[in-house]
C-alpha cells in the first residue's frame, strides 16, 4: 500500500493538469446513496421497496407514463436529498489539487446530484454526461432546452410515495416538465448543455500534455465513466489513479489500483503530498534543513509552542515560523511512539 501511495504522488506531483472522473461513488461520503442492485437501491428508498420497483425500473421516461405519483416522488425526494447533502472533504481537497497545476483540472462525471457545484468548482470545467437533478426540461423536449430547477420547491409524502406539490411545467408549451437527467431507454433527454460541455472538455484535453487521471468511485454496472478514463489515459499516454472501495481493479500495469474508501484515500494522499512538498521546501534551504529536527524536539516537548517562541529560537521569519510548526505536527503524528505514547523523534533525523 505505502508504495502504491508513493508512486500516486509522483503522478500527482509530475502532472501539469488533472481530469477528475468520478461516479456514484465519490457522493457516497456525503451522505448520498450509490443504489445499483435492488438491496441497495430499496435501502437508501424504503418506501419503494412494496412497489417491487428497482432503480433501472424506476429511473425511465416510461415511469412517469405508469407511475406518475411514483416518478414525481423519486425526483423531488431525491432534489430534497441534494440540496441538503453537503459535499465531503475530499471535493475541497481535489479542488485544492487541481487549481494548484499550470494547466488547472476538469471534471467528468456521471454525478446528477450537483456536488461539484456546491464545493465551488468552476462550472464552466465540468462535464455531467448524464446531465442533472438541478435543471428542468420539457417532458416532450419540446425545444431542447433546459432550465434552473430552483423554482421547483417538492413537497413530499415519503410514506405514500407521493408528490404533495404540483409538479414542474414546462416554460414553452406547459407541459409537464422533468428532471434533464439521462435515463435509461430516453429518447428525449435535452443534451444540448452537455454538448457544450463536452465540447469545452474536448478543448482542454487538446491543449494538456502532462495528465494525471484520477477516477473516483466508478462502478462496473454503468460503465460510462470507467471506459471514459482508461480511453483517454491511454490516448494521452496519462498517469491513472482508480480509486474504488469495491472495484478497483485495473486493465494495465502501469494503471494505478487503490481499493479503499474515497474520502480516507484522498486524505491520505494528501497529508503525504503536503509533506512531500514540505520536504522539497526544507531541502531547498539550508538553515531550514538544520533547524527542523530542533523544531521537532521542540514540539515533542511543548506542542502548544508559540509561533513567536519558534521565530525567536530558529531565527525564522513568521510564515516559515508557521509552515514549520504545522509540518512538524502533521509528521509527529507519523513517527512511531513510545510506550508514553510519545514521537519518537529520532527516528525523525
Known amino acids: 500500500m505505502k508504495n502504491d501511495l508513493d508512486y500516486a504522488i509522483s503522478l500527482i506531483r509530475q502532472a501539469d493538469s488533472i481530469l477528475i472522473t468520478a461516479g456514484a461513488g465519490m457522493s457516497v461520503d456525503s451522505g448520498l ?7 441497495g437501491f430499496w435501502n437508501a428508498y424504503p418506501p419503494l421497496q412494496k412497489t417491487g420497483l428497482n432503480f433501472a425500473q424506476t429511473a425511465t421516461p416510461q415511469v412517469y407514463q405508469d407511475y406518475p405519483d ?17 459535499p465531503h472533504e475530499g471535493y475541497q481537497i481535489l479542488k485544492r489539487w487541481g487549481e494548484a497545476k499550470p494547466n488547472g483540472y476538469f471534471v467528468f462525471t456521471s454525478n446528477v446530484d450537483g456536488q461539484f457545484q456546491k464545493a465551488g468548482f468552476d462550472h464552466k470545467r465540468i462535464c455531467e454526461i448524464h446531465g442533472t437533478l438541478h435543471r428542468l426540461q420539457c417532458m416532450k423536449n419540446c425545444k431542447g432546452l433546459t ?18 406539490s404540483d409538479p414542474p411545467r414546462c416554460h414553452y408549451c406547459n407541459s409537464l416538465a422533468r428532471q434533464n437527467v439521462l435515463m435509461f431507454n430516453d429518447y428525449d433527454f435535452a443534451n444540448a448543455r452537455y454538448l457544450i460541455q463536452k465540447t469545452h472538455l474536448q478543448s482542454w484535453l487538446a491543449r494538456v500534455n502532462n ?34 472501495n469495491k472495484e478497483a481493479g485495473v486493465p494495465k500495469m502501469h494503471f ?10 484522498l486524505k491520505m494522499l494528501d497529508e503525504r503530498l503536503i509533506l512531500a512538498e514540505f520536504d522539497e ?23 502548544e509552542r ?44
Open 211 to 244: 495528465l494525471v487521471v484520477i477516477e473516483l468511485g466508478a462502478g462496473k454496472a454503468v460503465p460510462t465513466v470507467r471506459n471514459f478514463s482508461e480511453r483517454t489515459a491511454k490516448q494521452k499516454k496519462a498517469g491513472f489513479i482508480r480509486i474504488n
Open 147 to 164: 432550465w434552473s430547477s430552483d423554482e421547483f420547491m417538492p413537497i413530499t409524502d415519503d410514506e405514500q410515495c407521493k408528490l404533495l
Open 281 to 303: 521546501w526544507i531541502e531547498s534551504n539550508e538553515h531550514y534543513r538544520r533547524v527542523f529536527p530542533e523544531v521537532l524536539t521542540a514540539l515533542t516537548d511543548n506542542p
Open 70 to 86: 411514483i416518478a414525481y416522488w423519486f425526483f423531488g425526494h431525491r432534489l430534497n436529498q441534494y440540496r441538503n447533502a453537503i
Open 306 to 349: 508559540s509561533i513567536s517562541s519558534l521565530q525567536r529560537q530558529f531565527s525564522l521569519g513568521f510564515n516559515s515560523a508557521i509552515r514549520m510548526r504545522e509540518m512538524a505536527t502533521l509528521k509527529l503524528s507519523h513517527l512511531p511512539k513510545n510506550s508514553q505514547n510519545e514521537p519518537l523523534v529520532t527516528e525523525e533525523k
Open 33 to 39: 446513496p450509490d443504489f445499483r442492485s435492488s438491496g
Open 256 to 265: 494505478l489500483s487503490l481499493e479503499m474508501n474515497i474520502l480516507n484515500a
